[in-house]
């Protein structure tokens, strides 16, 4: 309900009339659209190896691809915020088999079940962090994950500001040069207690030409509750991609299929359109950004899939509340409006 009403808001849904053609402007007819989009959020099995240096640099290891929806960032965010360490000190390494074990990438869980993993393994290296100072100061005995952070060259315990101790002397005393130690998460009961989704609400402003049945797309508003986001940057990008992905498939996309054979018909990309520049409008994309408290440490779902889930419905609704013309097979084009 959230999403709907922040996105009801943007896109000044007042200007909509429930009369279908009744808003013109000149020689285009405008109209107003809203779809919904949900898709399941899922946590799987992962593991992820740190390398703590003593010279402050961490390495985290994950066996996870990327497809392009920037897992890297997000996990040395998480990594970063949950030590204390600068991210430019931080290189997540993925893509490689002998790494850790982690699922593929697909069914939006990449962040959910990798950045467990790394919450965890951030927690271990605390650990043997705080078992280390524990020889020099008693302080450290009882310490807990959440109450150790890394502070530039110090380690510090936020239930004893008095017992903070220099990492280099830490390596340096105990003869190390690197720690490394692993961390893993895992699908747990909650699946089992609680039903786990990730919402959007589209809302479309749809200009279409009166004489030639051109549909023109002038303001996408889109939000997203995918519980906390992690990496705003990415999550933005990735939510943009779904706005542009879904006005292709609503307007232009379209795979034609020979009924007798089966096979594709479009010879090329040549035959298949998708969205330029000119056929994208100004859009937003605003998160609810509320965590989850059950589904995973960071309170995240997924975002891949639910970006586009939803948006052709609501370009289609809006150009219904365009011209009065519903239209229920993809693409749109003139020729089903004229």
Same mark, same amino acid.
């Given at each position: 309900m959230d999403c709907y009403r922040l996105g009801r808001e943007k896109i000044d849904w007042e200007k909509r009339k429930a009369v279908p053609g009744s808003v013109e402007e000149g020689e285009w007819q405008i109209g107003y659209g809203v779809a919904t989009g949900t898709f399941g959020a899922f946590a799987r099995a992962?593991?992820?190896?740190?390398?703590?240096?003593?010279?402050?640099? @961490?390495?985290?290891?994950?066996?996870?691809?990327?497809?392009?929806?920037?897992?890297?960032t997000a996990m040395t965010s998480i990594a970063a915020e949950?030590?204390?360490?600068?991210?430019?000190?931080?290189?997540?390494?993925?893509?490689?088999?002998?790494?850790?074990?982690?699922?593929?990438?697909?069914?939006?869980?990449?962040?959910?079940?990798?950045?467990?993993?790394?919450?965890?393994?951030?927690?271990?290296?605390? @650990?043997?962090?705080?078992?280390?100072?524990?020889?020099?100061?008693?302080?450290?005995?009882?310490?807990?994950?959440?109450?150790?952070?890394?502070?530039g060259p110090e380690l510090t315990?936020?239930?004893?500001?008095?017992?903070?101790?220099? @990492?280099?002397?830490?390596?340096?005393?105990n003869g190390l040069k690197e720690i490394i130690v692993e961390g893993s998460a895992k699908q747990g009961d909650e699946q089992n207690k609680y039903s786990f989704y990730s919402f959007a609400v589209h809302f479309i402003e749809a200009h279409v030409h009166k004489l030639t049945g051109v549909v023109s797309i002038k303001n996408a508003v889109s939000v997203v509750d995918c519980g906390a986001v992690v990496s705003p940057k990415t999550a933005r990008s990735q939510l943009m991609g779904g706005i542009v992905g879904g006005i292709g498939m609503a307007l232009m996309e379209e795979v034609v299929i020979d009924s007798r054979t089966g096979r594709t018909m479009n010879a090329s990309f040549g035959d298949y359109h998708v969205p330029v520049n000119a056929d994208i409008p100004q859009m937003e994309m605003l998160f609810i950004n509320e965590k989850d408290p059950y589904l995973n440490p960071m309170g995240s779902k997924g975002l891949g899939e639910v970006v586009i889930i939803g948006v052709a419905p609501a370009v289609a609704n809006a150009v219904y509340n365009a011209t009065g013309k519903r239209v229920r097979n993809l693409p749109i084009t003139p020729d089903k409006l004229i």
């Open positions: 992962a593991t992820v190896k740190a390398i703590y240096k003593a010279n402050g640099t @961490l390495l985290l290891q994950s066996a996870i691809a990327d497809i392009g929806p920037g897992t890297g949950r030590l204390g360490i600068d991210p430019e000190k931080i290189t997540f390494q993925l893509g490689n088999s002998s790494f850790p074990n982690a699922p593929m990438q697909g069914g939006s869980n990449s962040v959910s079940t990798v950045g467990g993993a790394v919450v965890d393994v951030c927690n271990n290296l605390k @650990l043997e962090l705080a078992a280390l100072a524990r020889k020099k100061k008693s302080a450290w005995q009882n310490a807990l994950p959440d109450d150790i952070s890394i502070k315990n936020s239930n004893d500001t008095s017992s903070s101790i220099n @990492l280099d002397s830490l390596f340096s005393e």
